[in-house]
């Protein structure tokens, strides 16, 4: 199920677009599955994310982007229970077309809009996902063009209008590509290892200042880093 946004983008979704998109979408799919099928996992702090999902019945996951491969694929797998009801925010942008495709190979609720006080109309669907239909709205706080490690306000703000934790999640991999893209995006090697950290959750308050959001925000970048390093240390342990 997809949530339109119009989209500010001036780019056009051409045929050609289209053609490529589609192969790329296959070319992920395969990627993802044969990563999840080969590679050796560890997991950190995952029982406090259950029980978060159990007592709440929708979460806000966030990861940054360059983490979203592996811990997007995380969030549709098995590994969770009691089962988690994923959706993500994506760009209504052209290049949002291919991740909203891939999302919903896997059943996944998809929001087109920002991660910025300007994606206003997509928290607000993102809002009654998570209310009507217990969708936990994973969001990528420094997407979709950065600046990396940057997190922007929508996670925090969807977390106080809908009342639900906002929990940074993260990944480590042993050997891994990293990309030369503007978020350093981090693919796995096949039959590497991988370890995925669920960090500890924020509860924002309900009315907040600018200058208290700021701070959130700093709060959930702290948080998000030492989300990854518990997952980087879980990962270094014989």
Known sequence: MTT?????S??????????VYRIAVGVAMLILEVLFFTCRFR???????????????AVIPVCWHQHLLICARFLVSKHISPPLKPGF?????????????LAQAYGVHVVRGSSTYSGMRAVR?????IEKEGISAAVTPDGPKGPRFKFKAGAIYTAQIARRPVIPI?????PAWV???????????????????AGEPFYPQRDMSDEQMEEAQREMERRMLETYRMAKAELERK
Do not use: N
Request: hydrophobic share 45%.
């Open 4 to 8: 339109p946004a119009q989209s500010r």
């Open 10 to 19: 001036s780019r056009k979704l051409t045929w050609g677009r289209v053609f």
């Open 43 to 57: 997991y950190v702090g995952i029982d406090r994310f259950r029980k978060l999902v159990d007592e709440h019945g």
């Open 89 to 101: 925010m994506i760009s209504p942008s052209v290049d949002g077309e291919a991740p909203t495709w």
């Open 125 to 129: 669907g993102i809002k009654q996902a």
């Open 170 to 174: 993260a990944f480590a991999a042993r």
């Open 179 to 197: 990309l030369k893209t503007w978020d350093k995006f981090v693919i796995p090697v096949p039959f590497g290892r991988i370890c995925i950290a």
